[in-house]
């Protein structure tokens, strides 16, 4: 059973046009992170929540907004989607301590038109 | 600042053969290791994880041994197949002040032929 739930799978937007991704999990984890994937690049944090603790990465372009309303859900907000925005965006949880692994979900593409 | 480095790709071996991709990393404190496997389209699984030093992590015929000393933790199979075919990211966490937060390499991608 799939433990992070990414939707939509995959989000088509205009230039501009905001768009919201939403991450669910039912591991009950502290911690929720969300990372920028460009194709054939590493993973990129942008930010993360420590509970209600939102913790943003220095270089996150404030067109990246996040909301987490309660531990099982996390959404990513993209107030105004450029062409360089398109990536896989990936949501994983982890329960915040030093040797535990994040789980990631299936991963949201987004392509920008 | 932490950062890990991959060997660059793409890797291409023939089935059964033997695979080696290197990976080190540069860290303060004492992070935990990790090589996760990405197929095409997909989200990051994890493959296989180390916590401390001399630690091994297996699994699916994959190993990699969490080597202090060297800072390295590189990534052996003895015998690759062609579902094996994938992108492979190495990555640290924690260390000082670090909890779970991931750094990766830049992924190495590897292709198996029959």
């Known amino acids: 059973d799939a433990m992070v739930i990414q939707n939509p799978r995959y989000q088509v937007t205009q230039f501009g046009k905001p768009v919201t991704l939403s991450c669910s999990q039912t591991?009950?984890?502290?911690?929720m992170y969300w990372y920028q994937q460009k194709s054939s690049q590493a993973p990129k944090l942008l930010f993360h929540?420590?509970?209600?603790?939102?913790?943003n990465e220095a270089d996150t372009p404030d067109n990246f907004q996040s909301r987490r309303p309660n531990t099982s859900f996390c959404f990513l907000d993209i107030r105004s989607p450029g062409l360089g925005d398109a990536a896989m965006y990936l949501c994983a949880t982890g329960r915040g301590g030093n040797t535990g692994e994040p789980f990631f979900g299936e991963g949201s593409r987004l392509t920008v038109l | 600042g932490n950062s890990v480095t991959q060997m660059e790709g793409p890797v291409t071996l023939s089935e059964e053969a033997f695979l080696t991709i290197n990976c080190t990393y540069t860290a303060t404190g004492y992070p935990s290791l990790f090589w996760y496997v990405q197929y095409p389209g997909e989200g990051l699984q994890l493959l296989l994880k180390?916590?401390?030093?001399?630690d091994k992590g297996s699994n699916k015929g994959f190993e990699a041994t969490y080597r202090k000393e060297t800072t390295s933790f590189h990534l052996e199979k003895g015998s690759v197949q062609v579902s094996d075919s994938a992108v492979y990211f190495c990555a640290l966490s924690g260390g000082a002040g670090g909890y779970n937060k991931l750094i990766f390499g830049a992924g190495t991608r590897l292709a198996v032929h029959p």
């Open positions: 591991l009950n984890h502290n911690v």
């Open positions: 180390a916590t401390k030093a001399d």
């Open positions: 929540y420590y509970d209600k603790d939102f913790n």
